[in-house]
């Protein structure tokens, strides 16, 4: 297998743009080696500038739910290009998307499109300080809702440490206001809003964790988020950017059955297109500008490509037995990588949910917390990643990152895989 090209371009990229990406997940930091350069998505496959071809199972890190260039969303995409691409004004298509969105998650009574997961969240931030006009705000360990500067705050062990930045440029006094908790950790919950809750301007969290690999709530935590704010009036968040129409039609939030009072959405929504979105109680939404006093704003928002392909593709997942189908392909591929796994004696575990999915490489036993993540093999995600890769099978090149599947995916591409694996497990237990 070939990268002479992608090595070109890597070298040429690194003369232009800084480490040679556009978004640091792309570099192959994590497992070593370059990063690939894609010329061509079709269905569940990528094409490298090799001419290599790839089972994607980074699908544009969430959004490809339906596969690449799906027809629908193609011919969703041409037709709003004849009408142009954008207005700067309002369209009948954003009207019918919000209300798509409003009817799919109960919870969210209005919302607002925006351009990306991290103007979501930072936008949901500031709303949710506005309406309970307090500072303070609660993150998890592990959780990633974007690039805003006071959710760039390192993941301390134990129990709750006040936040220090994870990136340069970060003041510290931004970081101060942010509280660090270990996800999954209830007991943590009710001792920091047994002394702090009245000061707490909202918690933000992933209700199922997909930035740490992927790590669903264990049984009553996100119930002890919500009964926590609901006591001390702080506004639960939560960011549904990977999990929205992902994991089920409704969000985590209909798997779980906890209702949030904003919801931060982006990835899937686009089908492949910048776009993001926040919504929730209409109480609460209702102070955003130009309706309220919490400014917010965007030149490009519901960018009417952007809402043409959301809508093409929020009308086929809205298919009876799309979840149901796609989660059950993903249990079919992880059992079976366990059975492979199990025959090569690699201890391995996994999670998944709906259409998202993580692989642990240290242990059997069931990963609930981040210490448990951090404690994964790293040698042999990279070993796994490596033999993946040259058999043909593209995941991300992170041990901490989720994987997800498409509808794309059928059972020839589930047992190209299954023979990778087989290969890369093998290589890993000798
Ligand atoms: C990807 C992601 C974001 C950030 O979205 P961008 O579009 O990359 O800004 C925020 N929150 C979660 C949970 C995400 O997975």
């Not at 709003?80 to 209300?99: D, K, P």
């Not at 109960?106 to 506005?130: D, F, H, K, N, Q």
């Not at 006591?231 to 990977?242: A, K, P, T, Y």
């Not at 776009?275 to 500008?289: N, S, T, W």
Request: proline content about 5%.
């Amino acid at each position: 297998m070939s990268n002479e090209n992608s090595s070109k371009l890597y070298r040429q990229a690194l003369q232009f743009i800084p480490g040679g990406v556009n978004s640091p997940v792309r570099a192959f930091k994590g497992v070593g080696g370059n990063p690939l350069f894609f010329k061509a998505g079709e269905g569940a496959y990528l094409i490298d500038v090799d001419d290599n071809r790839y089972v994607d199972y980074v699908g544009a890190w969430g959004p490809l739910i339906l596969g690449h260039r799906h027809p629908h969303v193609i011919e969703a995409l041409a037709a709003q290009l004849e009408r142009g691409i954008a207005y700067g004004a309002s369209t009948e298509a954003e009207v019918q998307i919000a209300e798509k969105i409003c009817q799919l998650l109960p919870s969210v009574e209005r919302v607002r499109l925006v351009t990306s997961g991290t103007e979501a969240t930072m936008s949901a931030i500031r709303l949710a300080r506005g309406y309970t006009r307090r500072d303070q705000i609660v993150k998890f360990e592990g959780c990633y809702h974007g690039h805003v500067d006071g959710l760039l705050v390192k993941a301390g062990s134990g129990a709750l440490t006040l936040g220090t930045p994870d990136s340069l440029g970060v003041p510290r006094a931004y970081t101060e206001l942010t509280h660090v908790l270990p996800f999954n950790d209830i007991e943590a919950v009710h001792q920091f809003f047994d002394t702090r809750g009245d000061e707490i301007a909202c918690v933000i969290v992933e209700p199922v964790a997909g930035n740490m690999n992927c790590v669903p709530p264990v049984p009553g935590f996100l119930e002890a988020l919500r009964e926590s704010c609901t006591r001390h009036g702080s506004v639960l968040i939560f960011d549904e950017v990977m999990t929205g129409f992902r994991v089920a039609l409704g969000g985590a939030q209909a798997v779980y059955g906890v209702t949030p009072d904003l919801t931060t959405l982006g990835k899937v929504i686009g089908g492949g297109l910048p776009v993001g979105a926040f919504g929730g109680r209409q109480e609460i939404m209702e102070l955003i500008a130009p309706s309220g006093g919490v400014y917010q704003a965007g030149t490009l928002s519901g960018s009417p490509l952007a809402v043409a392909a959301g809508l093409a593709m929020l009308e086929l997942v809205s298919e009876p037995g799309f979840y149901s189908k796609l989660e059950a392909r993903t249990q079919t591929l992880l059992h079976s990588l366990g059975e492979r796994a199990a025959a090569a004696s690699v201890p391995f575990t996994s999670n998944c949910v709906g259409g998202m999915f993580g692989c642990f490489f240290n242990t059997e036993e069931r990963i609930t917390r981040f210490s448990q993540v951090m404690a994964g093999n790293l040698d042999h995600f990279q070993t796994f990643f490596h033999t993946m890769l040259d058999n043909g099978v593209y995941l991300a090149p992170s041990a901490y990152e989720a994987g997800f599947i498409s509808a794309a995916h059928g059972d020839r591409e589930i047992q190209l895989t299954l023979d990778a694996a087989e290969k890369a497990f093998d290589k890993i237990g000798s």
